[in-house]
């Protein structure tokens, strides 16, 4: 039974490695969709450009692209584009831009022009019937809007929420029921009380780990799943965008510091055994260690390393472009696809790795703030 299940394991991360390297094969960066090419990837500067846009967040939802009588096509659906402009709101699909990313698109709505340049949407000045840029390729004539669109990444938030919602949901109904787990459940409760038993009891302490225990469960879930997500074929980047990892870490922020009781603030603010004049020295330390940078190494740690290794991953399935004048198509694409296996298989476990990280971060900050002092 053990060998069943490593067999199907293997196969299922031989297959995401492959369907990986598929969908890289046939991608493109929608700035070269025009070229005589027909759209590919070839050279290193558009294999260069294609992963720098592929960790990005989109406005559509594209599963893969192909080639047909020299143009590009691309299989996906448009997702809603809701923009605050200087008009009021404003909504459309994103399909109006037809893929487009550099500007030549102009979408006209309620008097208004919009155009999408490097994955961001522009108003177009009054009087503007095209984009201008400057030397650096940043439009001239034309202001960013306050953009609240459904994109990729909120997709694959809203795609995961409701996961999980419908996963632990069952859980709790057996628990109730049952009061044994069976099914996919059974998978859940162990995880479940290892989160609690060797991360929220150990690091916030037997009297208030129960309080917070519900928020940790939350992150781990939501952050494991989400960077196994991103190793699908789907081509999910949540976790590497920085805004999500700066909500999750405002999210701890706030609860530690609302939390945080007497002997906290009092240790922060005005630390006693030392003398009166290092005191103001370490509150300024203290307040910005617990303001400024414990939720700042909580954020860019989580997008850094889950950004890092999509890059990585998809640098090593580019050698099968870059290398296959010297190495020949078969060998290039061989060594790969070999490379990117293995990293892919580094990648599943880095994808634990920083949901752990991050919830026992979290679970400590909250154990240092709730953490009862014994005077004498």
Same mark, same amino acid.
């Given at each position: 039974?053990?060998?069943?299940?490593?067999?199907?394991?293997?196969?299922?991360? *031989?297959?995401?490695?492959?369907?990986?390297?598929?969908?890289?094969?046939?991608?493109?960066?929608?700035?070269?969709?025009?070229?005589?090419?027909?759209?590919?990837?070839?050279?290193?500067?558009?294999?260069?450009?294609?992963?720098?846009? &592929?960790?990005?967040?989109?406005?559509?939802?594209?599963?893969?692209?192909?080639?047909?009588?020299?143009?590009?096509?691309?299989?996906?659906?448009?997702?809603?584009?809701?923009?605050?402009?200087?008009?009021?709101?404003?909504?459309?699909?994103?399909?109006?831009?037809?893929?487009?990313?550099?500007?030549?698109?102009?979408?006209?709505?309620?008097?208004?022009?919009?155009?999408?340049? &490097?994955?961001?949407?522009?108003?177009?000045?009054?009087?503007?019937?095209?984009?201008? !840029?400057?030397?650096?390729?940043?439009?001239?004539?034309?202001?960013?809007?306050?953009? !609240?669109? @459904?994109?990729? =990444?909120?997709?694959?938030?809203?795609? @995961?929420?409701?996961?999980?919602?419908?996963?632990? =949901?069952?859980?709790?109904?057996?628990?109730?029921?049952?009061?044994?787990?069976?099914?996919?459940?059974?998978?859940?409760? +162990?995880?479940?009380?290892?989160?609690?038993?060797?991360?929220?009891?150990?690091?916030?302490?037997?009297?208030?780990?129960?309080?917070?225990?519900?928020?940790?469960?939350?992150?781990?879930?939501?952050?494991?799943?989400?960077?196994?997500?991103?190793?699908? +074929?789907?081509? !999910?980047?949540?976790?590497?965008?920085?805004?999500?990892? %700066?909500?999750?870490?405002?999210?701890?922020?706030?609860?530690?510091?609302? =939390? %945080?009781?007497?002997?906290?603030?009092?240790?922060?603010?005005?630390?006693?055994?030392?003398?009166?004049?290092?005191?103001?020295?370490?509150?300024?330390?203290?307040?910005?260690? *617990?303001?400024?940078?414990?939720?700042?190494?909580?954020?860019?740690?989580?997008?850094?390393?889950?950004?890092? %290794?999509? $890059?990585?991953?998809?640098?090593?399935?580019? $050698?099968?472009?870059?290398?296959?004048? =010297?190495?020949?198509?078969?060998?290039?694409?061989?060594?790969?696809?070999?490379?990117?296996?293995?990293?892919?298989?580094?990648?599943?476990?880095?994808?634990?790795?920083?949901?752990?990280?991050?919830?026992?971060?979290?679970?400590?900050?909250?154990?240092?703030?709730?953490?009862? &002092?014994?005077?004498?």
């Amino acid at each position: 039974m053990k060998i069943a299940q490593k067999t199907i394991k293997f196969l299922l991360i *031989a297959a995401i490695t492959l369907f990986t390297s598929a969908s890289f094969a046939s991608g493109s960066d929608k700035k070269h969709d025009n070229q005589n090419d027909g759209g590919r990837v070839n050279t290193k500067e558009e294999v260069e450009a294609y992963i720098l846009h &592929h960790i990005k967040d989109s406005h559509d939802f594209s599963l893969f692209s192909y080639t047909s009588n020299g143009e590009r096509k691309h299989v996906g659906f448009p997702l809603p584009v809701i923009l605050w402009t200087s008009e009021g709101l404003v909504t459309f699909m994103s399909s109006e831009f037809h893929h487009n990313d550099d500007g030549h698109v102009i979408v006209e709505k309620n008097g208004l022009k919009f155009a999408k340049v &490097h994955s961001k949407i522009y108003e177009l000045d009054n009087g503007a019937s095209s984009i201008n !840029f400057d030397e650096t390729h940043h439009p001239t004539n034309a202001h960013k809007t306050l953009d !609240f669109s @459904i994109t990729k =990444s909120v997709v694959g938030i809203l795609l @995961i929420g409701l996961l999980l919602l419908f996963w632990f =949901s069952r859980l709790a109904k057996q628990y109730k029921t049952k009061k044994i787990p069976t099914g996919f459940a059974r998978v859940l409760e +162990p995880l479940v009380i290892y989160v609690r038993d060797e991360i929220a009891r150990p690091n916030i302490g037997d009297k208030h780990y129960r309080r917070f225990t519900g928020y940790l469960l939350t992150v781990f879930f939501f952050i494991w799943v989400l960077n196994l997500a991103g190793l699908t +074929p789907l081509g !999910f980047n949540v976790t590497g965008q920085l805004a999500v990892t %700066g909500c999750l870490a405002i999210f701890t922020l706030i609860i530690y510091t609302v =939390s %945080g009781n007497k002997d906290y603030w009092m240790h922060m603010i005005w630390m006693p055994g030392v003398p009166v004049l290092i005191r103001p020295v370490l509150a300024i330390i203290e307040l910005a260690g *617990a303001l400024l940078i414990k939720p700042f190494s909580l954020l860019v740690r989580l997008f850094a390393n889950i950004s890092a %290794g999509h $890059i990585v991953v998809m640098s090593l399935i580019a $050698i099968m472009f870059t290398l296959k004048e =010297s190495l020949g198509v078969v060998g290039a694409t061989g060594l790969s696809l070999v490379l990117s296996f293995f990293i892919t298989l580094i990648e599943v476990l880095v994808a634990f790795l920083q949901a752990y990280i991050f919830t026992m971060l979290s679970a400590l900050f909250i154990g240092m703030a709730v953490a009862e &002092h014994e005077h004498h």
